[in-house]
């Protein structure tokens, strides 16, 4: 498709993500042009931006209309999977018009092993360098869950970013959205991880957590799947938990030891800081070029 062709075609669609199809070609995304487009995605931006994502397998769950998934896919990645429980033409068109090669895995859920069996049935792996969970855990009723599904999707030694809304606070604590002072004012957000609590639940997930990065009321953590008992930080109730408990969910602690043993190891790599840092959206920018410069306009 050319650049006009794409332009003529962007208002059909309802946009969720502002994409740069071409210089001066922008779909509008969802924010008022106040808002910097797609900033709640600028904490996943900055890792990536620090992962050598060529030749890498990746998943992009809850991709909504693609625009991480096209991002890693244009850097040099060969194999983007992207999914979502919902189905967009605005991800088929955008894959189309960016002339794309990205696996799409519409109406299909993370939870319950729906993912996994559909990836089985597809013959598409079933293992892969990087997941990304951006936007998602916060639209669950079981945010640990669902991060134990996406985390069985890791290889040993991969990077798995999680990206949500979070509560305010230095804690460690997940919050209840419909009992707190500043609530998220939508209907399907349920439970709010502070910036730590991403931390936390990454490591209960068998990964030890490399960063975390506040952006506002928005954070994002990157954590490296590493064994259970090599988690960095691990607290003495964890080790418990993966000694003696744990017999519910996705995840098994004895399997992911022995999948260290067995399995293929990701080589994948990350340079970025270490530690907290801060994300101001206001300043942000990346050199992904199919991420707009604030404010969306189309000439
Ligand atoms: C807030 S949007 C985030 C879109 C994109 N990842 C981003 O960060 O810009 C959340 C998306 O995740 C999808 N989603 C929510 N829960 C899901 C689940 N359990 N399994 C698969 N997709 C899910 C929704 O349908 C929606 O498209």
Redesign the pocket.
């Known amino acids: 498709m050319t650049p006009d062709e794409i332009k003529s075609k962007l208002d059909d669609y309802k946009w969720?993500?502002a994409i740069q199809f071409a210089e001066g070609v922008v779909s509008p995304g969802r924010f008022a042009s106040h808002i910097p487009p797609?900033y709640?995605?600028f904490p996943?931006f900055k890792f990536l931006e620090h992962i050598d994502l060529t030749g890498i397998d990746c998943i992009?769950?809850?991709?909504?209309?693609g625009?991480?998934s096209f991002i890693i896919k244009s850097e040099g990645a060969s194999l983007v999977v992207a999914?979502?429980?919902?189905d967009?033409d605005e991800f088929r068109f955008s894959r189309e018009a960016l002339n794309l090669d990205v696996e799409y895995f519409p109406a299909?859920?993370?939870?319950g092993g729906?993912?996994l069996r559909k990836l089985q049935a597809s013959g598409q792996p079933t293992k892969y360098d990087l997941v990304?969970?951006?936007?998602?855990i916060y639209?669950?009723y079981d945010p640990l869950l669902?991060m134990m599904h996406a985390r069985k999707l890791l290889k040993h030694n991969g990077l798995f970013i999680v990206?949500s809304v979070i509560a305010s606070g230095e804690e460690d604590a997940m919050f209840m959205n419909w009992e707190i002072d500043n609530p998220v004012r939508e209907p399907n957000s349920y439970f709010l991880p502070t910036l730590k609590a991403l931390g936390g639940l990454l490591r209960f997930c068998s990964c030890s957590c490399l960063t975390l990065a506040r952006n506002g009321s928005r954070g994002a953590a990157i954590g490296r799947a590493c064994r259970p008992s090599e988690i960095d930080q691990c607290s003495d109730i964890l080790k418990l938990i993966i000694e003696k408990g744990a017999c519910y969910g996705p995840l098994s602690y004895s399997t992911l030891e022995s999948e260290a043993d067995e399995e293929e190891s990701s080589k994948i790599s990350y340079s970025g800081p270490i530690g907290e840092i801060e994300i101001d959206a206001k300043t942000f920018s990346t050199r992904f070029s199919l991420q707009p410069t604030s404010p969306v306009t189309n000439t």
């Open positions: 969720y993500h797609n709640t995605l996943v992009d769950i809850g991709t909504t209309d625009l991480a999914t979502d429980r919902g967009r299909t859920t993370l939870d729906d993912l990304v969970l951006s936007g998602v639209h669950s669902v990206e």
